[in-house]
């Protein structure tokens, strides 16, 4: 699937439904301003539109009750699904982030657990493309419903970051902290050779997790990742271990900031749906925000699954 065919996919769709048309076309209202924090170049983003998805309540009891609007059954009669791997459906996202942006559903209901290493080929089959996966307690509006997204590569600071510092003769696993970076969190990083060594680091991606804040324990729905294609031909994976969903200041009565990092904020695409947020956050603060909901220094526990 080359760009000129991810192209085609969002015009396609938004040709027959008006109300992901107009979704799409209020990007073009929507502000960004940069904040780099050392090496770690944040695009602060003003999205009222994603007040949905920022504000969703995903506990337990709130799934629950509603119907799972990932399901075949449950969708808008106007969203179309293009043809993607067996057992994945590959949808445009009506609400979008960025203005190449889709959402990669399970054919099948089952919750969203430990990261599909069909990512890997999915990440193949679209080389222009970063797809990413919210862990049901990192980011995942749909926890009950195994998913993942895809946008274009060249929008997502992480990558472009990691690709600069973590170089292709450093194959396997490695920690961001291992590199000279100065960076707001760390978090896993991996170089995937087409050979026997290869296939064995990418099989450790199951054994990835972040940790539960409530219990201490290690925990696989505490976490984001990335898989794309590099410009020399070889998968990439990022693993973001994660400890909280939101940060304190989501809660806050007196100094709240309605944000609730997801992949793509962790990626560097810190999204915001309040004016008032956008306008009068600081460095502090974006710091406060990724201290709170990423680790500073990975925990070992964290690290040994990779050999680090």
Not at 14 to 25: G, I, M, P, S, Y
Not at 59 to 78: A, G, M, Q
Request: glycine share 4%; with cysteine.
């Amino acid at each position: 699937m080359d760009i000129e065919s991810i192209n085609t996919i969002t015009e396609t769709q938004l040709a027959v439904w008006q109300e992901a048309k107009r979704n799409f076309d209020n990007l073009l209202l929507t502000r960004r301003r940069p904040m780099p924090l050392g090496d770690f170049n944040v695009q602060l983003q003003l999205n009222p539109a994603r007040v949905r998805s920022t504000g969703a309540s995903v506990d337990k009891k709130t799934i629950e009750k509603r119907p799972c609007f990932l399901c075949e059954s449950n969708r808008p009669k106007e969203q179309l699904v293009f043809q993607w791997l067996e057992d994945w459906q590959f949808l445009v996202n009506p609400y979008p982030i960025l203005p190449i942006h889709f959402t990669i559903p399970s054919s099948n209901h089952i919750p969203q657990n430990e990261i599909p290493l069909e990512m890997a080929s999915m990440a193949e089959m679209a080389p222009d493309l970063a797809i990413f996966f919210n862990g049901a307690k990192a980011g995942a509006s749909a926890p009950d419903h195994l998913h993942c997204q895809a946008v274009l590569k060249s929008e997502l600071p992480i990558i472009s970051l990691t690709e600069r510092f973590h170089t292709p003769d450093l194959a396997g696993w490695h920690s961001s902290e291992e590199f000279d970076i100065d960076l707001p969190f760390h978090f896993l990083t991996a170089i995937i050779t087409p050979d026997h060594q290869g296939m064995r680091n990418l099989s450790k991606v199951h054994d990835a997790t972040g940790i539960d804040p409530a219990s201490g324990l290690l925990c696989k729905d505490f976490l984001n990742a990335f898989f794309w294609i590099d410009n020399s031909g070889l998968l990439r994976i990022i693993i973001i271990p994660r400890k909280a969903h939101r940060p304190s200041h989501y809660f806050s009565d007196t100094d709240k900031y309605m944000i609730s990092p997801g992949a793509l904020d962790m990626a560097g695409i810190l999204v915001m749906p309040r004016v008032e947020d956008y306008e009068r956050i600081t460095e502090q603060v974006v710091r406060e925000i990724y201290h709170e909901t990423a680790f500073v220094s990975l925990p070992d526990a964290v690290k040994a699954p990779f050999d680090l």
